[in-house]
């Protein structure tokens, strides 16, 4: 399984990252719309966790249809994984974090799901302009992107696999260290009221899922559009 996916520039339109969506398609097509994105040129990456919370959770497979659409696993999608799996899970706790419409699906649908969201990366890297630009859903787990890199091609142990998707001690410890080899990471997972840049690491989840405050990084220029939804 290719747990690292390079993209090549997009010579024709616009690369936008977007933070965490938790089931809000509603809320991030109204957001697009605000940023004037064109589906026909410009591409979407998501740093993962389509699901789970809001009430659109069932058409993330039909967004990763999308030509125009990628998206890293995030740790919410490695749930869903792990529960088709068998693997040991606190299922209560999965289903107070927004799991339920998962849990409470067909077998047969929860494989479905599983089967899509296992292949998913945990890793983009996406060229442009400027340089090489990754995405991850939490922190990359090494000092260098070529030794996550080199980790990814191996198969990343358990430790390093759950920090890419569930680590928030870079923003805990207000860590600048950047991640050598890039341009910038972006990454998502812990909602906040701004994007914060702690060296080249961007985390930009504003909490869109929370109350429609979508935040649009554009890859080429690293400029943040807003886009506030009216409620
Ligand atoms: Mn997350």
């Keep these: 399984m290719g747990r690292l996916q390079r993209v090549a520039r997009n010579e024709r339109g616009r690369d936008f990252a977007?933070?965490?969506?938790?089931?809000?398609?509603?809320?991030?097509?109204?957001?697009?719309?605000l940023i004037g994105f064109d589906a026909s040129r410009d591409r979407l990456f998501s740093v993962g966790d389509l699901v789970d919370r809001g009430p659109d959770s069932e058409e993330a497979l039909a967004w990763l249809q999308r030509p125009w659409f990628f998206a890293v696993q995030g740790n919410h999608e490695a749930l869903a994984v792990a529960h088709v799996q068998g693997q040991w899970l606190d299922v209560e706790l999965y289903r107070a974090n927004g799991g339920a419409w998962f849990l409470d699906s067909p077998a047969a649908e929860q494989a479905r799901y599983a089967e899509q969201f296992a292949r998913l990366p945990l890793a983009l890297e996406i060229d442009t302009l400027a340089g090489p630009v990754g995405v991850l859903h939490a922190?990359?787990?090494?000092?260098?992107?070529?030794?996550?890199?080199?980790?990814l091609a191996v198969g990343p142990v358990k430790a390093a696999q759950d920090i890419c998707q569930w680590s928030r001690r870079r923003l805990q410890q207000n860590d600048p260290t950047p991640v050598a080899g890039l341009r910038a990471l972006i990454v998502g997972h812990t909602p906040g009221p701004s994007v914060r840049v702690l060296g080249n690491v961007w985390h930009i989840d504003t909490g869109g899922w929370l109350n429609g405050h979508f935040s649009f990084l554009e890859l080429a220029t690293l400029d943040v559009r807003s886009a506030r939804r009216e409620s």
């Design 18 to 33: 977007v933070g965490d969506i938790h089931g809000h398609f509603r809320r991030l097509e109204q957001a697009l719309a």
């Design 139 to 151: 922190d990359c787990p090494s000092p260098s992107w070529q030794a996550w890199c080199d980790q």
